[in-house]
């Protein structure tokens, strides 16, 4: 009878929370309808009578990033799903294109080559992107009758300075489409079809029509989740370690000798757990470890030690050959430094030593050996995982965010109550101490 009176009692509850829910899910699918429908009003008055009747209202998708609606995706009517119109709002209003796809094709290494079409609203403006292996290679943008050429190159190196990673005046342009297999579809650069907007830099739209899949397809818009996701790319160190031995060769186990070593984590976003800024000097962030051995006779050994690709890695193409790099020219805003016995501490340089050397996005980064070397210690940092559709690995931006807000004390106790210290900031401002000592 108890049990019987427990279901009757539970009843009510689960009534309330299934209204609850479809309460939330009424209001996210008003406001994206309250946005279409003013989406659709501003097309209504830039389009001719005969573009509007061009568009399949019932064929739409509202762009969604961080929980927010920043667009709307219409398509043609009767048209592959390769031909829509596609908006976005920013504080100035309403803009956008018509885009055609259709001239993109897809070859048998999986890329993408061919043409994309872009007309303004206005017609104003036309932009013909020539497409190589996924890659936009020239742009022909003609604008009342004058035609510009722009040649896109992609350097095959690059120089950085010690400071931003970027050689300065220059940008690694994003990839058109990130080819995605399987039954996904692939992901398509917001940056190329809103006219080299920066502030889109690395934003990707899944169901930008690059393949033959059906997008949209009745309205999308009753799908809360977010379909734009930013790619974040990993780029090589600005003074590579050519030998990892030789850099930690000079370490030894000494009675006499004091041993820490620290956590760096420069997050892309200082206190958040964004996995990429566009406008940060480190945009996808870094992780790297400093090694410090303190000798009696007051000399010092230390080394700034990073796991990078040596070329670079990015979503649809997440593996190559790694680096070590020298980081004591690396900033940070979150650091953990944690005191060590010297045989700790050699263990920690033997677990560098034999890492594998292939950077793996998703599996093995920067901060995956970081998180590999501590563990060899019995260290266990936290492993949060980034969310985003595009990177589901672990990054700075996770690790660095777990730090600044766990609890040292239970940390401590839970990992050989080694002596831990915490260093938070809330800009990339700090400076790990530099490379020092031989042998």
């Known amino acids: 009878m108890k049990k019987s009176l427990f279901y009757v009692a539970c009843i009510p509850f689960l009534i309330f929370s299934a209204c609850k829910k479809q309460n939330i899910d009424y209001l996210h699918n008003q406001a994206q309808n309250s946005y279409f429908d003013s989406a659709v009003q501003y097309l209504k008055t830039q389009l001719t009578s005969q573009d509007f009747s061009k568009l399949n209202l019932e064929n739409k998708e509202v762009l969604r990033y961080r929980g927010e609606s920043i667009g709307i995706q219409i398509f043609e009517k009767n048209e592959s799903p390769k031909k829509y119109i596609i908006l976005k709002k920013d504080n100035t209003g309403y803009s956008g294109n018509w885009i055609d796809m259709s001239s993109l094709k897809l070859s048998k290494d999986s890329s993408y080559n061919g043409t994309v079409n872009i007309k303004s609203i206005s017609e104003e403006t036309q932009v013909i992107l020539g ?74 739209y899944q169901g930008g029509g690059s393949s033959e899949a059906t997008y949209g397809g009745g309205g999308g818009t009753g799908n809360n989740e977010d379909n734009v996701s930013i790619a974040p790319e990993f780029i090589p160190p600005a003074d590579p370690i050519t030998d990892i031995k030789k850099e930690v060769k000079c370490f030894t186990n000494n009675v006499s000798s004091t041993y820490s070593i620290s956590v760096n984590i420069n997050e892309p976003s200082p206190g958040t757990r964004d996995v990429f800024s566009a406008f940060s000097n480190f945009r996808a962030g870094h992780t790297f470890l400093t090694l410090e051995q303190h000798n009696s006779d007051g000399t010092s050994i230390i080394r700034n030690i990073g796991f990078y690709p040596k070329y670079a890695a990015k979503p649809g193409d997440p593996l190559d050959v790694a680096v070590f790099g020298e980081d004591s020219n690396t900033p940070f805003d979150v650091s953990l430094k944690i005191s060590v016995s010297g045989s700790d501490f050699i263990t920690v340089t033997r677990n560098l030593e034999n890492q594998t050397m292939v950077y793996d996005l998703n599996n093995f980064n920067c901060t995956n050996s970081a998180i590999s070397a501590l563990k060899s210690i019995n260290v266990n940092l936290p492993s949060t995982k980034s969310a985003s559709a595009l990177f589901s690995g672990n990054n700075p931006g996770d690790l660095g965010e777990d730090i600044r807000n766990m609890d040292l004390n239970n940390f401590s106790a839970s990992n050989g109550n080694r002596k831990m210290t915490r260093t938070v900031s809330s800009s990339n401002n700090q400076a790990a101490p530099k490379r020092n000592g031989g042998c």
């Open 131 to 204: 497409v190589k292996n996924n890659k936009v290679i020239q742009v022909i943008k003609t604008s009342n009758t004058l035609v510009q050429t722009q040649v896109v190159n992609y350097p095959t190196y690059k120089r950085y300075n010690v400071y931003s990673r970027e050689k300065e005046g220059t940008i690694e342009l994003p990839d058109i489409v990130i080819y995605w297999g399987g039954k996904d579809q692939d992901y398509v650069s917001l940056y190329w079809l809103f006219n080299q907007d920066k502030k889109l830099e690395k934003c990707y």
